[in-house]
């Protein structure tokens, strides 16, 4: 018998975004705010992308293309949102 996973909490995506946006950063990711602009530290197109593909990875999920926009990806709170939407 099969064990279904446990659902992801709001607290798993912070965890998993934040784990993410540090390792690009290079250090533990605590000063990362919820209205940051991912823009502001150094994510442009090309590791956004990267991003969403180490996300998906890690957390099981897929991102439709049609979400993959520019306002998805703005912020560290605009992603999580997405986030929780996908879950």
């Known amino acids: 018998m099969t064990t279904e996973p446990s659902p992801l909490t709001n607290e798993d995506l912070v965890r998993a975004l934040v784990k993410e946006l540090a390792a ?28 969403v593909a180490r996300l998906e990875e890690d957390l099981g999920l897929e991102v439709p293309d049609e979400l993959l926009t520019p306002a998805a990806f703005e912020t560290v709170g605009s992603v999580v949102s997405l986030l929780n939407d996908l879950r």
Do not use: C, K, N, Y
């Open 24 to 51: 690009h950063r290079g250090h533990d990711g605590a000063m990362l705010r919820h209205d940051q602009l991912l823009s502001t530290i150094g994510f442009d197109s090309l590791l956004t992308i990267e991003l």
